[in-house]
């Protein structure tokens, strides 16, 4: 090894890997196209996910893309690729990936890049090498920063990822520092790949995201946004949300949850249903319904994923709060909240000291109304309670309706002619 910028840099380690029967399959797969690359003195290499995920003894599948990169630069790829492709995507030309459309299955290929960051931006400024290594260097952590070399099945792991795999620890391949500073997003990377695999950062890594936590402010609320949700789908979220937590970069981005309140949420936020919807949810029980709709709009979340959370969380607070109690009060609750009282009832259930028994007596009630539950609507609508009453369309006519779903409310279902006899007699009051 020999010092570098922002660390060391080092000779590849190239080790023969034992090909389990995944990387059998995909370098069968490539070898048409690694035999056209090499016929005009390029390489071609497998990275990414797909390399890592071997390691882990998870087969890639075959719905997934295969990330490609190769020393070929953008148009010697395309001169490569064009005739065995169905199909080109150059959108990513200018940075380097050209797109392809195989034989049915999407691959990237990307010529092997450096990148510079400025202080004030994530985007970098790309720049095309030769070597793998240095691809590889700029890559997040080590697990990622691997390449498969095809059709040879040779390892290319000049930072000891396979190791760190192997020992469950999280570095990256240059200074943590140089990384997320020039990526802060990273930082939050590194929080998902704790919650996901299992993987322990070590301690200049945590140090780093303490240090430039700041630095999270130039990243996107939109990528932000992306990288809390993938963090919420990992086997142990708790894990990934305290690291977050201790480098004081989650009250970056979500304020609303303190030290104190994820102390209290760990447990239900792994125990919820592996869905990230479900798990933010647990994670802003209790907020201020306005301040969590705020939060939610300053993280780019869409319009309808705003009102089904505040939607959510307004039923789960009004069920443990005793709202539902009776029969009248069970049927508001229910056109109330509509589908989404089965998760508020998740909620509760898991988050309150006595929620197993609000719960339970919420469901009996509801199983004994059962069917009427369907329509929780009056009989009669708009224009037949305007020919009742002998009025025109008006303010008067909501009024009216409203009356109708309240009785609705309390007395249970009723027919047509009960609700008109009713109607008779509030229109006699009201006039």
Not at 182 to 208: E, H, K, N, Q, S
């Amino acid at each position: 090894c020999r010092g570098g910028r922002g660390g060391r840099t080092c000779a590849p380690e190239r080790v023969a890997v034992v090909t389990p029967g995944a990387l059998d399959a995909i370098v069968a797969e490539t070898a048409a196209l690694s035999a056209s690359f090499r016929e005009r003195g390029h390489r071609l290499f497998l990275v990414g996910g797909a390399v890592r995920d071997l390691f882990l003894e998870h087969d890639p599948g075959t719905d997934i893309d295969l990330d490609l990169t190769t020393d070929a630069d953008p148009d010697a790829i395309k001169r490569i690729v064009g005739p065995v492709a169905d199909a080109l995507w150059l959108q990513g030309e200018r940075f380097g990936t050209i797109g392809a459309l195989i034989n049915g299955r999407p691959y990237e290929i990307t010529t092997h890049r450096s990148e510079v960051y400025d202080d004030t931006s994530r985007k970098p400024t790309v720049a095309f090498s030769t070597a793998v290594e240095e691809d590889l260097s700029r890559r997040d952590f080590t697990v990622n920063a691997m390449a498969v070399e095809l059709p040879f099945a040779e390892l290319i792991d000049p930072f000891g990822g396979r190791d760190d795999m192997h020992d469950a620890r999280l570095r990256t391949p240059l200074d943590p520092e140089v990384s997320f500073a020039d990526d802060p997003l990273r930082m939050l990377r590194a929080a998902r790949f704790t919650a996901g695999y299992g993987l322990v950062p070590v301690p200049d890594l945590i140090g780093a995201m303490r240090t430039l936590a700041e630095r999270l402010d130039i990243v996107s609320a939109e990528r932000v946004r992306d990288e809390l949700d993938k963090l919420l789908e990992g086997e142990v979220p708790s894990v990934g949300l305290a690291l977050l937590a201790d480098t004081d970069l989650l009250c970056r981005f979500l304020p609303e949850v303190d030290v104190d309140t994820l102390a209290r949420r760990s447990s239900t936020v792994d125990a919820m249903r592996n869905d990230p919807v479900a798990r933010l949810d647990a994670l802003l029980y209790g907020c201020d319904l306005a301040q969590v709709d705020r939060r939610l709009s300053a993280l780019r979340y869409s319009t309808d994923r705003r009102h089904n959370t505040v939607g959510v969380l307004r039923a789960a607070q009004r069920l443990a709060e005793g709202a539902v109690h009776d029969a009248p009060s069970l049927r508001r609750w229910v056109a109330d909240s509509g589908d989404r009282r089965l998760l508020a009832r998740e909620l509760v259930a898991l988050l309150e000291p006595d929620g197993p028994a609000i719960v339970e007596r919420s469901e009996a009630l509801e199983a004994e109304l059962g069917s009427e539950l369907d329509d929780l609507g009056p009989a009669l609508r708009g224009q037949e309670v305007m020919d009742i009453l002998g009025v025109a369309e008006g303010p008067v006519i909501g009024e009216a309706l409203g009356h109708l779903q309240q009785l609705r409310f309390e007395r249970g279902i009723m027919t047509a002619a009960q609700e008109r006899t009713a109607l008779e007699t509030w229109w006699q009051r009201r006039t």
